[in-house]
Structures are given as C-alpha cells and as structure tokens.
C-alpha cells in the first residue's frame, strides 16, 4: 500500500497538502453521511453491491478551514489556490447518475437537507440559492441542465441548477470506471477559476475537457470556507472514487503595522516618590535647624 499522508499548514493562512491514499482513520478528513475510506481510496457514496447503491449521498471535506481573502488592509486580497485530484466514476455498466462536485463553500458546511439525486449534496431542492462554488461532474441530464448536455463537466455558482460554463467531458467512459486526472486553478489577480481534466490513459492529451469563469470569490463566499468533495447517486447509481488529492493556496496577508509604545511606569518606582520627597524636605528642615543652632551658640551667655 503506497500511502503518503503529507500534510502541512505554512501558517493560519495557508495550506498544502499531498495525499496519494486515504485511511479511515487518518484525522486530516471529515466523512458526511455515505462516504468512507475504502482501499486507499475515498468512496463518496457506496459501493458495496449487497447495499442499496441509489439515493445515496456523501461528502469528503479536509477538516481545516481555508482562509480564501483579508480585509484587514481594507480591500479584499484573495488567495490563489490550485488543486489536482484523480478519479474515477463507474456506473458498473449501468445507466449512470448522478455525479460528484469539487466544491468551497462557507466554513462549517454540512450537507444541506433534501439535497441528493441532481443537485450533488450540495442546495436543497426548493431553496434557489446557496452559498457555494462547485466544479460538477454530472452524470445525468436533469432538465435544468445545458441543453444538449446529459453528461458534462460545469462550474456552479450559488446553484446547482445554473452553470456558469458547461463543456461535454472527453475522458474514459463512465461504465468502465477509467481513471481522470483534474487541475482546478484559481489566480486572484484575475479572478480566473480553470478546470482541465485529463484522461489519465491518454498520454496524447487528445481526450480532454477546458473550461474556465471568471468570478471574484469574495463576493460571494465569506473569508473563511470548507472544500472538498461531495457526491450523489439517484435513481441510477455509480461509484465516486477519489484515489489522491493534493491542494495548495497561498493568501498573502497584510499585517497591521506596529506602532511604538511606551511601557508604563514602574508602579513601585512611581509608589516610592513622596518617600523621597519627604526625606528631602526632612533634610532641608535638619539642615536650617543645625545652622540656626550654630549661629546661636556662637553668641556669648550672660553670667
């Protein structure tokens, strides 16, 4: 079993990691519902054929907040971010459904009630908007989809049901559960989200899917948020593998600058000063009293 769990925050505002495999017990991810650790691999839904596989629901997260833009300075300053993870979805030669999300939502996150089947245990059904963005993977053709797209890959914002930008994938095919490499980019400076999926058998890069939105993400998510992965079967089912994943963001924060104060005084020191003030007035009083004294016995006395 080739498992690296190497997993490190640079400091409060910034993270990286590089995991090649999951374990149950390993602390670095939080399982909702459905999804467990199962063969050095994430299952967001389950895969066990004795099981019921449809209306399943779950969701992988890593189990620290990103912070993903400052105020401090004033204006938001956004972190950049990039992300790359393999995965399969297998329908096992079946019609397939429904699909699984790569997804920032506000930190905290848990899955929302009634929010399986088409919208990705991400918003539930009913509710017109949510506080996320996702990158979906979507298996099956809802009637809110892009016409023409049963199957595609889109970037959601808010809503699972509205697609910033959908394109139709070019990878293995889904009954044969073939793996795909993903690279999800985020550069504050242009406020550019890119996704690029791979066909990880095709080294020609021929079978591969682009899309990209711009959005600036401090609008609409808050300055704190959880990430990670959250996926759904319906009346259909599939499995959602997810065998590594590693992420990287960088937020460069401006720290307030320092101003100089002074220490307060000494409260012993400032305790002690009529103590010296008196000796000094007691001093002054002994001295005028030895002068007078002496003054007076240098006249001579009467016999």
Same mark, same amino acid.
């Given at each position: 079993?080739?498992?690296l769990?190497?997993?490190?925050?640079?400091?409060?505002?910034?993270?990286?990691?590089?995991?090649?495999?999951?374990?149950?017990?390993?602390?670095?991810?939080?399982?909702?519902?459905?999804?467990?650790?199962?063969?050095?691999?994430?299952q967001?839904t389950?895969?066990?054929?004795?099981?019921?596989?449809?209306?399943?629901?779950?969701?992988a997260?890593?189990?620290?907040?990103?912070?993903?833009?400052?105020?401090?300075?004033g204006?938001?300053?956004?972190?950049?971010?990039?992300?790359?993870?393999?995965?399969?979805?297998?329908?096992?030669?079946?019609?397939?459904?429904?699909?699984?999300?790569?997804?920032?939502?506000?930190?905290?996150s848990?899955?929302?009630?009634?929010?399986?089947?088409?919208?990705?245990?991400?918003?539930?059904?009913?509710?017109?908007?949510?506080?996320?963005?996702?990158?979906?993977?979507d298996?099956f053709?809802?009637?809110?989809?892009?016409?023409g797209?049963?199957a595609h890959?889109?970037?959601?914002?808010?809503?699972?049901?509205?697609?910033?930008?959908?394109?139709?994938?070019?990878?293995?095919?889904?009954?044969?559960?073939g793996?795909?490499?993903?690279? *999800?980019?985020?550069?504050? /400076?242009?406020?550019? +989200?890119?996704?690029? @999926?791979?066909?990880?058998?095709?080294? &020609? $890069?021929?079978?591969?899917?682009?899309l990209?939105?711009?959005?600036?993400?401090?609008?609409?998510?808050?300055?704190?948020?959880?990430?990670?992965?959250?996926?759904?079967?319906?009346?259909?089912?599939?499995?959602?593998?997810?065998y590594?994943?590693?992420?990287?963001?960088?937020?460069?924060?401006?720290?307030?600058?320092?101003?100089?104060?002074?220490?307060?005084?000494?409260?012993?020191r400032?305790?002690?000063?009529?103590?010296?003030?008196?000796l000094? *007035?007691?001093?002054?009083? /002994?001295?005028?009293? +030895?002068?007078?004294? @002496?003054h007076?016995?240098?006249?001579? &006395? $009467?016999?």
């Amino acid at each position: 079993m080739g498992l690296l769990v190497a997993a490190s925050s640079m400091d409060d505002h910034n993270i990286n990691f590089n995991f090649t495999g999951f374990t149950p017990n390993m602390p670095d991810i939080v399982y909702e519902a459905d999804a467990y650790a199962s063969n050095n691999a994430v299952q967001l839904t389950l895969n066990q054929m004795k099981q019921n596989l449809r209306g399943g629901i779950g969701r992988a997260t890593y189990y620290k907040p990103m912070h993903l833009w400052d105020k401090s300075s004033g204006n938001p300053l956004l972190a950049d971010f990039t992300t790359q993870f393999s995965f399969s979805i297998d329908s096992l030669h079946n019609n397939s459904g429904d699909g699984f999300a790569f997804f920032i939502a506000p930190n905290g996150s848990k899955i929302p009630p009634n929010s399986g089947g088409g919208h990705l245990g991400l918003q539930s059904y009913g509710i017109l908007n949510s506080p996320f963005v996702a990158v979906e993977f979507d298996t099956f053709g809802n009637p809110w989809d892009p016409f023409g797209l049963s199957a595609h890959v889109g970037i959601g914002l808010n809503s699972i049901e509205t697609s910033l930008t959908a394109v139709k994938w070019w990878w293995n095919e889904i009954a044969n559960g073939g793996l795909v490499n993903a690279f *999800i980019t985020y550069n504050s /400076s242009t406020n550019n +989200l890119s996704v690029l @999926l791979l066909d990880a058998d095709d080294l &020609t $890069r021929q079978n591969s899917s682009r899309l990209s939105a711009t959005l600036d993400l401090s609008i609409y998510l808050p300055e704190w948020v959880t990430f990670g992965f959250s996926g759904t079967t319906g009346s259909y089912y599939e499995l959602h593998t997810i065998y590594s994943w590693n992420f990287s963001s960088t937020l460069q924060v401006v720290m307030p600058t320092n101003t100089a104060i002074n220490p307060p005084a000494n409260p012993k020191r400032k305790s002690r000063t009529w103590l010296w003030v008196v000796l000094a *007035i007691i001093g002054a009083i /002994s001295a005028s009293l +030895l002068v007078l004294g @002496l003054h007076l016995g240098s006249f001579p &006395t $009467r016999s």
